[in-house]
């Protein structure tokens, strides 16, 4: 058995000491500050050469961010060869491997992985990765170069790149020559790709009025610019936000994650009724559009309405196109709007599936329909079209006119839509197609179904690993009882939901609630707010004064 070269790794291991620390890649990776990453990035280089051993020298991709959080932080989360996140069994890996407290421990983790999963050290490893405009990514950069280094990987450094970019790119290096080629493994392929596609979606159709786009002051600013000279003058926007000078600007006050938790546009954008707005978040892989009724009140239009609005288009497209062998599906999380659920299975007769947080969940899950639409509702998510659905769709002429433009259609939209990983960029380009093609404002979008009330709660716990739930996490089954404690409560709301469960992201347990009316609603969050808090004596802190 090949071995490492141990010189080779305790020299560069050196240079990137583990700092008193616990580390865990969770459902973003590894998220933190991002003076606490060095030698969590160095060891994900080793991880992500390993993964390509094992995978005979796949492409692995490694992009560096932090998404929505705030400009202080940075991550880092790996990509499998067919642009999709890391498979789960490795994450534990990386927690391991971040984790050991010396080289030694190092040496001993990596040969055990090489062992146990039959790694072949002498096959060769290559590794892509990007990052975003954090300051902190030059030097995190270099610490991952590092750790590609103790493998002696073939490395490319794409730069600056939105994180579905670097999907898109890790797809197409290992698909190259291959019938599923997925596109040129280069930021100009991925634009020349989308813009292509769109402009056939919009063809002969009347321009919409320009769309104001905050890219967050983050990376999809100065890449949504270099796109839209591709897209000639099929489509107009307006980017604001686009600050990338001052970084301490990132998500702040802006952004899809902040246009979602606050149910407000971003501060300092003057809205004027009836015009479409959408926001990025950091790393430009969410999606929001919102705009300003009439009456002036905010109107959101989240993964929820993204997800409503792109089943229906699908359906009236497949039925257009003359074909019956393609069935669509849905699939959400718990956080999903209960009217949108409703709105899916009720109006628009597509099964939908829920599945727990985190988007590898939603995507799994959506590979199991012929076309599968999966969103967040906080603005992630794709849609994804099965090989068979890929080739009726391409074998597809349609007997009349009508029918083979609707065909051609469908080409277009498995073409615009990133089928590695929910993309902002191709997202946007999706909703403008149906809006451009109906001719329609978002109110028009909006009226498909009027969302419930709803309100997110954080609790802070003392330890929220007590929490443990089942069923797509929509039930607690620890602390024992408390879940028909919750029950008990909701019963007594009209239309009442709510829900309880530990953030993979954040040491909060999250509370969701929604209920008839706005007031309904504040008062079933706080009532459960108050009662997880209460639970035990397992609050930490104040217990804050609105939970009641
Ligand atoms: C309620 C909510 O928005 N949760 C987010 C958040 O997960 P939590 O496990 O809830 O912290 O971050 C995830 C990663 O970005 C994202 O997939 C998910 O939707
Ligand atoms: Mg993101």
Redesign the pocket.
């Known amino acids: 058995m090949a071995t490492v070269n141990v010189n080779n790794l305790n020299a560069l291991s050196d240079l990137h000491k583990k700092p008193d620390a616990n580390f865990t890649y969770g459902t973003a990776g590894f998220r933190m500050k991002a003076e606490l990453l060095d030698s969590v990035i160095f060891r994900t280089g080793i991880l992500a050469a390993l993964r390509s051993k094992k995978l005979d020298g796949k492409v692995i991709g490694c992009m560096i ?1 932090a ?2 959080n705030p400009a202080e932080d940075n991550g880092v989360k790996l990509v499998d060869p067919m642009g999709e996140m890391l498979e789960g069994s490795w994450e534990a890996h990386a927690t391991a491997l971040s984790n050991a407290e010396s080289n030694e421990h190092l040496i001993d983790y990596i040969h055990s992985m090489v062992s146990s999963l039959k790694i072949d050290l002498t096959k060769p490893a290559n590794v892509v990765f990007g990052r975003d405009t954090r300051p902190s990514g030059e030097s995190l950069v270099a610490a991952l170069a590092d750790g590609l280094k103790v493998l002696d990987a073939t490395v490319t450094d794409y730069g600056i790149l939105t ?1 579905p970019q670097l999907h898109y790119i890790t797809r197409c290096l290992n698909t190259a020559g291959t019938p599923e080629a997925y596109g040129e493994p280069t930021a100009e392929g991925y634009y020349k790709k989308l813009a292509a596609a769109f402009k056939v979606l919009v063809e002969g159709k009347t321009k919409l009025s320009a769309l104001t786009l905050d890219c967050a002051n983050g990376v999809g600013a100065p890449k949504f610019k270099e796109f839209l000279p591709h897209l000639d003058d099929a489509l107009s926007v307006k980017i604001v936000n686009d600050d990338v000078d001052n970084p301490s600007k990132l998500n702040l006050n802006s952004g ?1 994650d902040f246009v979602k938790t606050q149910q407000r546009g971003p501060i300092g954008l003057k809205m004027a009724p009836q015009e479409r707005y959408a926001s990025f ?6 999606l929001v559009y919102y705009y300003q009724d009439d009456d002036n009140t905010f109107k959101l239009l989240d993964g929820d309405k993204i997800a409503g609005l792109a089943a229906m288009y699908i359906i009236d497209l497949v039925k257009a196109a003359g074909i019956d062998s393609i069935s669509v599906g849905v699939v959400q999380t718990a956080y999903a709007n209960g009217a949108s659920t409703q709105y899916l299975r009720n109006s628009l007769n597509v099964p939908v599936s829920c599945v727990s947080t985190g988007v590898k969940h939603l995507h799994h899950e959506a590979l199991k329909y012929d076309v599968g639409v999966y969103f967040e509702a906080n603005g ?1 998510g794709t849609v994804l079209f099965s090989p068979s659905a890929l080739k009726t769709i391409h074998s597809t002429e349609g007997s009349n006119p009508a029918q083979a433009v609707a065909a051609r259609s469908l080409r277009a939209l498995s073409e615009v839509i990133n089928q590695t990983v929910g993309d902002a960029f191709s997202d946007l380009l999706l909703v403008e197609t149906i809006l451009t093609q109906r001719q329609w404002t978002p109110k028009v979008w909006d009226q498909a179904y009027t969302d419930l009330p709803n309100r997110l709660v954080k609790v802070v716990v003392k330890d929220r690993s007590i929490f443990k739930t089942v069923d797509a996490e929509r039930k607690l089954v620890e602390p024992a009882g408390i879940q028909d404690a919750i029950d008990a409560i909701v019963l007594k709301f009209r239309d009442g939901r709510s829900f309880v469960r530990p953030s993979g992201t954040e040491d909060v347990v999250r509370v969701y609630a929604e209920a008839a009316t706005r007031p309904e609603t504040d008062e079933l969050a706080y009532r459960i707010g108050g009662l997880v808090f209460d639970y035990n004596s397992n609050g930490s802190g104040t217990r804050p004064r609105e939970f009641l």
């Open positions: 961010t998404s929505h994180t899809a978040d950091g790393d430009a892989d969410r992630h």
